[in-house]
């Protein structure tokens, strides 16, 4: 499992999906920059997550709330107070650690030994707050003091009024939000599974009280089934319930999306019902009044509100783990050769179609050149001239190109091309007039 680990980290970088942000200074822990691919990737994911939870639903809309907001939001939001991680400091390398996760590496014994160096004494454990600090304006003192907002979920609370009354929303709808979240993590790593700057895609969908049960075993359902969907695996996926100890200040219940990750079983994505808390403590806190009128009851409310909530970085890195392999394939000489396969669902594939030239003849590029200009509107593309045909074959294999073009001498004698499928490598000889209508019925 270490070994798959390594090898997409490895391709990730190659093949410009991530990179170690500033690099060239030795980088910055935890941070990383994305390449085109990993631009490309990201833009679907959060497309596919767009699409099924506001585009094709009725009852949910989307906001943009501003990453750093009213510190009196996160004091409403109980986050200064409660925001924070148990850290345990190394006696021995002065090694600083978040004691939960320390206590999942026990050994056998039951002893905790540091990861740095193998001491086992450590500090007494003291809580340090995970929120991103800044200033406002020229002067740092206690009255400029802002924040890196940790979550989204707050911007959708304190516009909750505005936006269902400019929406013309009634009970049930939701308010989703694609943006930036920053965590000062004790222990980021793993790639991009835990970082302090990373991107979420989350939704506080607004229910009547006493409805909320039913809602929330709705999204828990409806979570999961958008990542099968999607071609992950459906035994590396698990629903892990909280128990009553583990919930959150603001939650009646919460569920885990978990998958199995290299470094084991880990939270994927977040379902929980966060009751009326945050409306409520921003009423309390504001003044303002955030109750929701029911028409039909003749009786005003606060909402109760479901949260399902998922990082974009994180679900791209299950998106990669899950699809990655390794194939042996026969070759024209009899034999097998191997290719690394990216089997990314195809709504997901960064490029969508790679067309090559079977060579740089210059009475062939032209050919190519034209097919390609046909491509390229309708979908992210690439044009690939360098090397031998089968190399560029294992090129979009690698980063999961659903299809590839080859135009070849005949194409210009018959004004047709050849399209290669990636997972099963079948080729379809068809008509250039016909290209762009193919493929879009089999993207």
Same mark, same amino acid.
């Given at each position: ?42 833009r ?20 943009? *709330? ?50 740095n ?12 707050n ?9 002067i ?15 911007? &959708? ?37 835990? /970082?302090?700057?990373?991107?979420? &895609? ?5 229910v ?10 709705y999204?828990?359902e ?16 698990r ?24 470094f ?7 379902i ?7 409306l ?29 909530a998922v ?7 299950t ?13 024209a ?20 179609? *790679? ?5 740089r ?5 032209p ?6 200009d046909l ?5 992210? /593309? ?5 090397? *031998?045909i ?7 294999d ?16 018959? *004004? ?21 209508a193919?493929l879009?019925?089999?993207?």
């Amino acid at each position: 499992m270490t070994d798959l680990m390594e090898a997409v980290t490895s391709l990730a970088k190659r093949r410009g999906i991530a990179f170690q942000s500033a690099e060239i200074y030795g980088g910055l822990r935890s941070s990383w920059d994305y390449g085109p691919l990993g631009v490309e990737l990201r833009r679907n994911i959060r497309n596919a997550w767009w699409r099924a939870n506001v585009q094709l639903r009725d009852d949910v809309v989307g906001v943009e *709330a501003a990453v750093i907001t009213s510190p009196k939001v996160w004091q409403a939001s109980g986050h200064l107070e409660t925001f924070h991680d148990p850290l345990v400091e190394c006696t021995n390398c002065h090694q600083r650690f978040r004691e939960d996760h320390l206590q999942l590496s026990a050994n056998a014994d039951g002893i905790v030994l540091c990861p740095n160096c193998g001491g086992a004494e450590f500090t007494e454990p003291k809580q340090f707050n995970l929120m991103l600090k800044t200033f406002l304006g020229p002067i740092e003192d206690d009255d400029a003091i802002a924040y890196l907002r940790p979550e989204t979920a707050q911007g &959708m609370f304190v516009n909750f009024p505005a936006i269902q009354a400019v929406a013309r929303k009634k009970l049930p709808f939701g308010i989703a939000q694609v943006g930036k979240s920053f965590r000062n993590e004790i222990t980021p790593g793993n790639f991009i599974f835990r /970082t302090r700057e990373f991107e979420q &895609m989350e939704m506080e969908f607004f229910v009547e009280p006493g409805t909320d049960d039913e809602w929330f075993a709705y999204w828990v359902e409806r979570r999961m089934n958008w990542y099968l969907d999607l071609g992950v695996s459906k035994e590396k996926l698990r629903l892990r319930p909280h128990e009553t100890e583990e919930l959150a200040h603001y939650a009646k219940a919460a569920t885990d999306v978990e998958y199995e990750f290299p470094f084991g079983w880990q939270e994927l994505e977040g379902i929980a019902n966060r009751t009326d808390f945050d409306l409520n403590a921003h009423q309390a806190a504001s003044g303002e009044d955030l109750t929701y009128f029911d028409q039909e009851k003749e009786e005003r409310y606060l909402p109760f509100v479901i949260e399902p909530a998922v990082g974009v970085d994180r679900a791209l890195l299950t998106f990669l783990l899950d699809a990655y392999r390794v194939e042996e394939v026969p070759t024209a000489k009899g034999d097998t050769d191997k290719r690394t396969v990216l089997g990314l669902h195809r709504d997901l594939a960064p490029i969508k179609v *790679a067309v090559l030239p079977l060579s740089r003849n210059e009475k062939l590029v032209p050919e190519a050149r034209r097919v390609h200009d046909l491509v390229k509107p309708e979908w992210i /593309t690439q044009y690939d001239d360098a090397g *031998a045909i089968g190399r560029r074959y294992r090129r979009q294999d690698e980063v999961g190109t659903p299809f590839c073009v080859t135009v070849d001498f005949d194409s210009l004698d018959d *004004a047709q091309v050849t399209v290669r499928e990636r997972d099963s490598m079948a080729q379809e000889r068809l008509p250039i007039a016909n290209l762009v209508a193919y493929l879009k019925d089999q993207l």
